[in-house]
Nanobody, 122 residues
Framework: QVHLAESGGGSVQPGGSLRLSCAAS????????MGWFPQVPGKEREEVAT???????TYYSDSVKGRFTISQDKRNTIHLQMDSLEPEDTAVYYC????????????????WGQGAQVTVSP
């Protein structure tokens, strides 16, 4: 099994910045990609950023490209630096680890993090 632990998040005004972190433990050999999926009430989780820890290849959705940066500082720990935040970015952000066929095509999620609230308001 893979286990994910998230940290970070909080509240910020529009234009501000926040940082999320996610550490994976356990059977991490079972995954080849990690990413972030924000969710708002009444909607499904939506992939916004994915990274292949083994190669550093990244993917961003159009909604966050140029504002968010996904990175890793250890083989199994990733971060999401969120800059120029907008009210539309408000959501609970879930970290995921699993198997990807390519950068934006997740075939299996092995585990989800507990979620981190990000609130952007004046």
């Amino acid at each position: 099994q893979v286990h994910l632990a998230e940290s970070g998040g909080g509240s910020v005004q529009p234009g501000g910045s926040l940082r999320l972190s996610c550490a994976a433990s356990g059977d991490t050999y079972m995954v080849n990609c990690m990413g972030w999926f924000p969710q708002v009430p009444g909607k499904e989780r939506e992939e916004v950023a994915t990274i292949y820890p083994g190669t550093g290849v990244t993917y961003y959705s159009d909604s966050v490209k140029g504002r968010f940066t996904i990175s890793q500082d250890k083989r199994n720990t990733i971060h999401l630096q969120m800059d120029s935040l907008e009210p539309e970015d408000t959501a609970v952000y879930y970290c995921a680890a699993g198997l990807c066929e390519d950068a934006s095509n997740w075939s299996d999620v092995k585990d989800w993090g507990q979620g981190a609230q990000v609130t952007v308001s004046p």
